[in-house]
T-cell receptor, first 113, second 115 residues
Framework: AQSVTQPDIHITVSEGASLELRCNYSYGATPYLFWYVQSPGQGLQLLLK??????LVQGIKGFEAEFKRSQSSFNLRKPSVHWSDAAEYFCAVGKSGNTPLVFGKGTRLSVIA | NAGVTQTPKFQVLKTGQSMTLQCAQD?????MSWYRQDPGMGLRLIHY???????DQGEVPNGYNVSRSTTEDFPLRLLSAAPSQTSVYFC??????????????FGDGTRLSIL
């Protein structure tokens, strides 16, 4: 069975500081990995995805993520956080790119001046 | 294209009432799914469908029914609402054939409160 762990429930960073959100997955085969962002009261927006190939993937809004098979991780990074990045972030894993997903419980990001 | 459309956006029910949450997509996607989102729990899969006439249970199916009579629509039915079903519900769709790298498109959600 697939599972996703996001160890950090809530993270606070200063505007302009770098960000790393952690994600660990459990899946026996090659995982399809996703990061979604959700602003308060809104739906989910896909930030980036990893299916195969280069383990460093670029997404929208300046985010990137690195797939590390040996660590079963898919951490999300951004070099300089903007106040508008405050939101909840979800990591998810699927059996393929288009099948239903298993989500982590989310990490809420707060950005302070 | 409208994408994935969920109606209603908000709904308040009394315990024991029944209700159908609507989900429609205009992208001719074969796969459709229903998730519920609860604070601190992320999104959990309720039911999904790989095509018209085919449905299967997800992680938390109890208390919900689905059917898929057309490719476009995938309604979620609560036959007897319970306070534990207070949640935000998301519908998603994705193509099947020849597009395994096409991730799910999500609707904007339905906020449901059961009193």
């Amino acid at each position: 069975a697939q599972s996703v762990t996001q160890p950090d429930i809530h993270i606070t960073v200063s505007e302009g500081a770098s960000l790393e959100l952690r994600c660990n997955y459990s899946y026996g085969a090659t995982p399809y990995l996703f990061w979604y962002v959700q602003s308060p009261g809104q739906g989910l927006q896909l930030l980036l995805k990893y299916f195969s190939g280069d383990t460093l993937v670029q997404g929208i809004k300046g985010f990137e993520a690195e797939f590390k098979r040996s660590q079963s991780s898919f951490n999300l990074r951004k070099p300089s956080v903007h106040w508008s990045d405050a939101a909840e972030y979800f990591c998810a894993v699927g059996k393929s790119g288009n099948t239903p997903l298993v989500f982590g419980k989310g990490t809420r990001l707060s950005v302070i001046a | 294209n409208a994408g994935v459309t969920q109606t209603p956006k908000f709904q308040v029910l009394k315990t024991g009432q029944s209700m159908t949450l609507q989900c429609a997509q205009d992208m001719n996607h074969e796969y459709m799914s229903w998730y519920r989102q609860d604070p601190g729990m992320g999104l959990r899969l309720i039911h999904y469908s790989v095509g018209a006439g085919i449905t299967d249970q997800g992680e938390v199916p109890n208390g919900y029914n689905v059917s898929r009579s057309t490719t476009e629509d995938f309604p979620l039915r609560l036959l007897s609402a319970a306070p534990s079903q207070t949640s935000v519900y998301f519908c998603a769709s994705s193509p099947r054939t020849g597009a395994s790298n096409q991730p799910q498109h999500f609707g904007d959600g339905t906020r449901l409160s059961i009193l």
